[in-house]
């Protein structure tokens, strides 16, 4: 049923207004307001000179009144606050004249000033009764009275195109016709000729005749389009000071059923149908508009982290739900979840009006994506757009893309082609200060910027890679030729690469040998995996897990694919034949070296960074060892010393032992001041007298003979 | 073909140096220099010397402040060093080191300057020469300056290198393991690895050495890896001489520490093609090509380590076999041959007597490492030393000893050996100093060799055996006469070890060469 859906619309009369845009003659814009307040001061300047000793010398001052407001008013209907001030400083003008016995003057200021007002009046307690008397006689002998009958009452009505309110009783008018208009929605115009004469009221029947209904709605928000069966009536404006709009009068409705639409972008379309059956007035109540939106939940959100929707923080709708959500505007959006630069995620969604998108909130280590550096602005943006595909393809990272290089300190394109060139440039560029700007103005774990090779046809660009502090400052570099889409894969290779601080031990040592087919023992760690096995110096490793063995490499390949604690069947040869024995594998840390590393030494801090957390406290000191190195790597030694200063490791007679963590300590501290070379070799000589002690991993080189190596006279 | 040879190896030396340092892109490059430079390297492609030499001097000679000047100059080093202009290589290098004093390209003309003063070497003294001038590119070009330094890294092992053969064992590990861990990766820490195992290897830290030189072996990088074509071939050469290293240690260390034979197995040396008849000499180098002369047959055959015949020439007399710093010669009455090297031969003179007459009767001779040949010759007690074939000194000869053969090793020491006192006499590299290394009752030995471990091998003929010294002296095996199941020398003339420690014996009567494996 069509009525169901109707709008009740209550006939009512309008309250009588005046609408600029329903005056035929337009009246003059008003004065703006500066300058209404100038005259307005200047008003008050004179009545104040007038009321004063010094009376004369407001004439002056009324004059210019007069003479700005009276051509304004010549010209054309003016505002009731122009008009105001003219007839007042007509008035006072009059007074003047009359007080300094310029009696000539005063006849014409006095029909000035009827011609501004024609219902003026002068208070016979103020004026001179000389004056009073000659206005009132000059008023009967040019002033009559009209007094209309108005129905509708709110209906306008303007004499010789000035509004009058007709609704006080008789109006005072100048003698002689005059024209009467008469408006009002929704009726016929009415339109008269009237003769005053001066001291008689005329009279006059304004009934106007109704012709159809009236809309009047208003919007919340304002500036919405309004429709009527589909066409566009208008637009509703903005009221001042108000949340909804002001009154918009659709005048020219006709009966019947009609269909009312607003519209607003960003917000939902109103849509009504009203039966309008009556020649009345159809005041609408407001019509606040929906604002368009969609919803997104935020699956998995940690505590405590911080929401930022288009960079702008923003608070979820249900604070503390297990899946809290937002209400957003519909479109392209960009949702940024972080707990510190370690645990950040971001995704970009377009999200629809009415639409729920929920988001798997994955917490990983932000990544800093600079704009790629070079004038070749075409080559540029392939390659940024190539670098973010690669890095987001990780899924190793949240990508953190678009970051403005500018504000990085001593980055300049030629100083990094200069260190892409491997040129001095690199120690006259402070990293640490680079790491740090990173880090302010884009929190993140691991930083990438690329610089092109040249500015004019590009093929090449250098990458450079370095992770937030404490880490290296000092940053991977790799370099790129921009037509092989290989190097990008072999880039994310590098990314997708995980960090192992933790290997299965054997505990052998082997060798290949061209006078044997298969790996060769040639040491058998006391009480390890494979002595407790049998295996024997000389043994032929034959085979592992039912395999043929036939090189090193794949037998280490092997076990590093197994897990410490595992047990493998390895086929083996001594001097009385073949034999299969059991090995239980052990588990040996893994203290990184840069030639074993196969990927950037910042994207291993990075690793080892997010580890600390799962790891077990009794572990940490691998990372911090591990960390300690890649410092040391990075040619921070201090920082190396000072972290490997804290390592403990655990106390044991061979494989990775404190002897181990002294040797590095050594390294770091013979790159330091001479001054620690007493400190240096202190931690040499312990690790010189611990002939367990390994390198790497449990089954790595023996520390021994290297730290000897940096004993001066301990070489034998 | 020698010219084509010479502008080969001279495009390589280039490709390779640049492969080092060619500035990689962004360096303020003037276009003109860029093509001029682009020229020579064209032109040197085409095998044109003189043009790509001359471009390359119009680039230093109108674009000094150019990036590429100090290229060009060590392009034009390299230049006119393998085109024997030594003095103009020697100016062009002072050139780079006066005005482009702290460039990557300086610190390269550092390494070739060193690299030419231990090519001139003639003396330990001027060995310590050229090891200052390798010392001195970590000096100048440190890593606060040059984190990454290819030549630094080069001149390290080169500097270690020369301390070896300057007997500073210390010094050299310090070098290689510096290059090690203290350089950032690099693609000479392969050969670092190689150097500094096998030293350790000579000073009884074995296990520590085998661990390096396998964890080179492992390197071995996996088809389809896109490396640089020069580096790939001397990583691939490297991997393999640690391959023999670990093997060797496999025979000497490992076997018999296990309770097991150094060789297990025996055989006749497979020479596809060829006949043997009365085998005489037989020499092996490191890297397992093996080198025989046939007296009866009058041939001298080069193999490869598979037993592929890599080259066979007709000599009449030649004995004695020979590598000399790779290279095979052999010895034919009054010459030295060097019959897979251009065929070319040099008659030494008399050292004493009538100096015009050829120097008769020799029976050995081995290439120093300064360049000087050391020659046995039946009518000298003494070991005869000749700086050139004309001029020839006799050292020893207060010895009273009868020198039959003798060996060098790797690092370049004299191993003699005296068939009268039955001892094995070790020289030092400055020749100052003589010991005597390993001693034994011989009844006839002949022929001595020595490995890349310092083990000596004695052949006597008398019991038909091999004794196998250890490099401290001490008796460690003895082979023959029996080699194996129905296995038997007969009459052993000449023994050699190879790389991997294959033992060979030449067998003249059983007219073959004997391999233990």
């Known amino acids: 049923m069509l009525v169901g859906a109707l709008v009740l619309a209550l006939p009512i009369w309008l309250d009588a207004q005046v609408e600029e845009e329903d005056l035929e003659v337009a009246p003059q814009a008003p004065l703006p307001a500066l300058e209404l307040e100038a005259l307005s001061a200047r008003f008050a300047e004179a009545e104040a000179i007038f009321t004063s000793a010094d009376q004369a010398q407001a004439g002056p001052l009324f004059d210019t009144l007069i003479a700005t407001l009276g051509s304004r008013f010549a010209a054309g209907p003016i505002a009731e606050p122009e008009r105001s001030l003219l007839a007042r400083s007509l008035s006072f003008k009059a007074q003047l004249l009359f007080n300094l016995g310029e009696n000539g003057e005063v006849p014409p200021t006095l029909r000035q000033l009827l011609d501004v007002d024609s219902n003026a009046t002068l208070d016979p307690n103020i004026v001179s009764p000389k004056l009073f008397d000659q206005f009132e006689a000059l008023k009967k002998s040019i002033v009559g009275q009209l007094l209309i009958a108005l129905e509708p009452t709110d209906a306008i009505v303007k004499i010789d195109d000035r509004p009058i309110d007709a609704l006080s009783g008789p109006i005072g008018l100048l003698e002689g016709p005059r024209q009467v208009k008469i408006k009002r929605p929704g009726y016929a115009d009415f339109e008269a000729e009237v003769r005053v004469e001066p001291a008689k009221t005329v009279n006059l029947d304004a009934i106007l005749e109704r012709r159809n209904p009236v809309l009047r709605l208003t919007t919340q928000p304002a500036d919405a389009e309004v429709l009527i069966d589909g066409q566009v009536v208008g637009r509703t404006e903005e009221s001042p000071g108000a949340k909804v709009s002001r009154e918009f009068i659709i005048a020219d409705v006709t009966t019947g059923l009609r269909r009312l639409e607003v519209r607003k972008p960003g917000y939902r379309l109103y849509r009504n149908e009203l039966i309008l059956d009556e020649l009345i007035d159809y005041p609408m109540p407001p019509i606040a508009l929906e604002q368009e939106s969609g919803k997104i939940v935020l699956a998995d959100m940690p505590a405590g982290a911080k929401i930022l929707i288009d960079g702008r923080p923003a608070e979820p709708d249900t604070l503390g739900a297990t899946k809290p959500s937002l209400t957003l505007p519909p479109g392209d959006h960009l949702v940024q979840v972080s707990l510190g630069p370690a645990r950040m995620f971001s995704t970009r969604l377009l999200l629809a009006d009415r639409q729920t998108v929920e988001i798997p909130v994955r917490l990983r280590p932000g990544l800093a994506l600079f704009n790629v550096l070079g004038a070749d602005r075409t080559a540029a943006e392939g390659l940024e757009r190539d670098l973010r595909k690669t890095l987001a393809a990780t899924g190793q990272f949240t990508l953190i893309d678009q970051v403005d290089a500018t504000a990085l300190p001593g980055l300049d394109i030629a100083t990094l082609r200069a260190l892409a060139a491997g040129k001095e440039a690199e120690k006259e560029l402070n990293w640490l200060a680079v790491q740090k700007a990173a880090e302010q103005t884009t929190p993140a774990l691991a930083y990438v910027l690329a610089v092109l090779g040249n500015d004019l046809v590009a093929d090449e660009a250098t990458l450079f890679i370095w992770s937030a502090g404490p880490g290296p400052s000092r940053p991977d570099r790799w370099s790129l030729r921009l037509a092989d889409p290989g190097e990008l894969g072999r880039l994310q290779a590098l990314f997708e690469a995980r960090l192992r601080v933790k290997r299965p031990s054997l505990g052998a040592l082997l060798i290949d040998s061209n006078a044997a087919p298969h790996p060769v023992v040639f040491e058998v760690m006391p009480e390890g995996p494979a002595a407790v096995a049998g295996v024997e110096v000389g043994d032929l490793v034959l085979g592992l897990a039912g395999a043929p063995v036939f090189r090193h490499a794949e037998l280490e390949e092997r076990l590093l694919a197994a897990e410490p604690g595992e047990d493998l069947d390895l086929a083996v040869q001594g001097r009385n034949g073949a034999r299969q024995v059991k090995v239980k594998l052990g588990s040996s840390p893994i203290i990184l070296h840069e030639a074993g590393l196969d990927f950037f030494p910042s994207l291993a801090w990075v690793q080892l960074a997010m580890m600390l957390d799962s790891t077990r406290p009794e572990e940490r000191w691998i990372i911090d060892f591990n960390q300690a190195l890649l410092l040391l790597q990075s040619g921070d030694a201090a920082g190396a010393a000072r972290k490997l200063r804290d390592v403990r490791a655990p106390q044991a007679s061979h494989g990775i032992t404190q002897a181990t963590v002294d040797y590095f300590q050594g390294l770091a501290l013979s790159r330091l001041d001479g001054a620690l070379a007493d400190s240096a070799k202190a931690a040499f000589d312990r690790a010189a007298k611990a002939p367990g002690a390994r390198l790497h991993h449990h089954d790595g080189p023996a520390v021994a003979p290297r730290a000897r190596l940096h004993l001066p006279g301990a070489f034998q | ?517």
């Open chain 2, 1 to 517: 073909m020698l010219e084509a040879t010479v502008r080969r190896s001279l495009f390589s030396a280039i490709i390779a140096v640049a492969a080092f340092s060619w500035p990689e892109s962004g360096a303020a490059q003037d276009a003109a220099a860029r093509r001029l430079y682009q020229e020579a390297q064209r032109l040197l492609q085409a095998g044109d010397v003189t043009g790509a030499a001359g471009e390359l001097g119009i680039l230093v000679q109108q674009f000094p402040a150019d990036a590429l000047a100090a290229r060009a100059l060590l392009d034009l080093v390299e230049i006119r060093r393998v085109s024997g202009d030594l003095s103009g290589a020697e100016v062009a290098l002072k050139k780079i080191l006066a005005d482009y004093p702290r460039t990557i390209e300086a610190a390269s003309a550092f390494v070739t300057q060193g690299q030419m003063q231990f090519e001139a070497a003639r003396s330990p003294a001027d060995l310590e020469a050229a090891r200052t001038t390798f010392r001195r590119v970590a000096l100048l070009f440190g890593q606060e300056a040059f984190p990454r330094l290819e030549a630094r890294i080069r001149a390290r092992l080169r500097s270690g290198e020369m301390s070896l053969l300057l007997g500073d064992r210390a010094g050299a590990l310090a070098e290689f393991l510096g290059a090690i861990e203290d350089e950032p990766a690099n693609s000479s820490r392969g050969r670092a690895k190689l150097l500094l195992g096998r030293t350790l290897l000579a000073t009884d830290q074995w296990a520590s050495a085998l661990q390096l030189l396998q964890e080179l072996i492992d390197e071995e990088p996996k088809p389809g890896t896109n490396e640089n074509a020069a580096l790939a071939t001397s990583s691939a050469r490297d991997r393999a001489q640690a391959r023999r290293l670990t093997s060797l240690a496999h025979r000497h260390l490992v076997r018999p520490a296990a309770g097991m034979p150094r060789w297990t197995k025996a055989g006749r040396l497979p020479i596809a093609g060829v006949a043997l008849r009365e085998p005489e000499g037989v020499a092996a180098a490191e890297d397992g090509q093996v080198l025989v002369t046939d007296l009866r047959a009058q041939i001298a055959i080069l193999l490869d380590e598979s037993g592929q015949v890599l080259g066979q020439r007709p000599i009449a007399d030649a004995t004695h076999p020979a590598f000399s710093q790779g290279i095979a010669h052999v010895v034919a009455e009054s010459q030295v041959l060097l019959p897979f090297e251009g065929r070319s031969s040099t008659t030494f003179l008399q050292p004493k007597g009538n100096k015009e007459a050829p120097l008769k009767g020799m029976r050995a001779a081995v290439r120093g490492p300064f360049g000087q040949w050391f020659i046995l010759a039946k009518s000298f007690d003494g070991l005869l030393e000749y700086e050139t074939e004309r001029l020839g000194t006799e050292t020893m000869t207060n010895l009273q000893a009868e020198l039959v053969d003798l060996a060098q090793d790797t690092l370049g020491r004299l191993h003699l050996l005296d068939a009268k006192a039955n001892k094995v006499i070790r020289l030092a590299v400055d020749r100052r100093t003589s010991i005597s290394v390993a001693q034994g009752a011989w009844k006839k030995p002949a022929a001595l060799a020595v490995d890349t471990l310092g083990f000596l091998y004695v052949l006597d003929r008398g019991p038909r055996q091999i004794e196998i010294f250890d490099p401290a002296g001490k008796l460690v095996g003895v082979v023959g006469p029996t080699l194996g199941p129905g296995i038997e020398l007969k009459d052993p003339q000449d023994v050699a070890i190879d790389g991997s420690g294959r033992l060979l014996i030449s067998d003249r009567k059983q007219a073959t060469v004997w391999v233990l494996e």
